[in-house]
């Protein structure tokens, strides 16, 4: 099992940045990819950033050049850094982790933090 902790969230203007932070509860060196999604109202759970154990990372189209995923392993934390924040980034950012196992992945998510972009 996986326990995922974000921190991080905040209310922030436009062209602000924030640093969200996901803490797993294991060494992420064992968890193949860790992600961040977004939830924003009515609308569904998206992919923002990936990374994987093999230093892949995927992000959406539209924050490309604005945010960077990265992996702190000695700290065993995934960190994604936003720059030039726009309104349309306000959603609920979940961390997420899958471990592939057998046929079917381990999917963890955590309790998710709220980024606000407004003036």
């Known amino acids: 099992q996986v326990q995922l902790v974000e921190s991080g969230g905040a209310l922030v203007q436009p062209g602000g940045s924030l640093r969200l932070s996901c803490a797993a509860s294991?060494?992420?060196?064992?968890?193949?990819?860790m992600g961040w999604y977004r939830q924003a109202p009515g609308k569904q759970r998206e992919l923002v950033a990936s990374?994987?154990?093999?230093?892949?990372?995927n992000y959406a189209d539209s924050v490309k050049g604005r945010f960077t995923i990265s992996r702190d392993n000695a700290k065993n934390t995934v960190n994604l850094q936003m720059n030039n924040l726009k309104p349309e980034d306000t959603a609920v950012y979940y961390c997420?982790?899958?471990?592939?196992?057998?046929?079917?992945?381990?999917?963890?998510w955590g309790q998710g933090t709220q980024v606000t972009v407004s003036s």
């Open positions: 997420n982790s899958r471990i592939f196992t057998g046929t079917l992945p381990q999917i963890y």
């Open positions: 294991r060494n992420i060196f064992t968890i193949n990819v």
């Open positions: 990374t994987s154990t093999g230093g892949i990372t």
